[in-house]
């Protein structure tokens, strides 16, 4: 899977937010701040996660941003889905949608297992999670893998 800068800044944004609650809304300025995230492209990725309703918004002096629900129920996988769409496409389309003849079937199950196994870490790690620095223990096991950390070629 690739992760594209719009998904990686939307998931720093959002940690972002949780981090700072929902006392007061926080200034996209202040977001992009600091995460290091140019404002105009983060206007762009805050406005999706608006429609997706992830977050919400205020305008004015005393406007920003905040999340629409509790951290906690916001997983990384409903933002990657907000600003870029399916987790796992083929082809732009549905890996279930696609069909393959012959010697290459079996690929077709290949994709849905690739989407299988990214949905079981993006859909089981939330804001909260995020924010607090603490992963779920079956997320840090797969990351403190040795082998995790090897760049194949």
Known sequence: MRISAKADYAVRAAIELASQGTERPTKGDAVAQAQGIPLKFLENILADMRHA???TSRRGAEGGYWLARPAEEITVADIIRAVEGPLASVRGGRPEDVEYA????PL???WISVRASLRSV???VTLADLASGTLPK????????PEA????R
């Open 108 to 110: 077709q199950r290949v």
């Open 149 to 152: 950390w090897v760049t194949r």
């Open 138 to 145: 079956d997320i840090e096991a797969l990351a403190k893998d």
């Open 102 to 105: 012959g010697s290459a079937e």
């Open 53 to 55: 309703g992830l977050i």
């Open 122 to 124: 993006v859909e089981n």
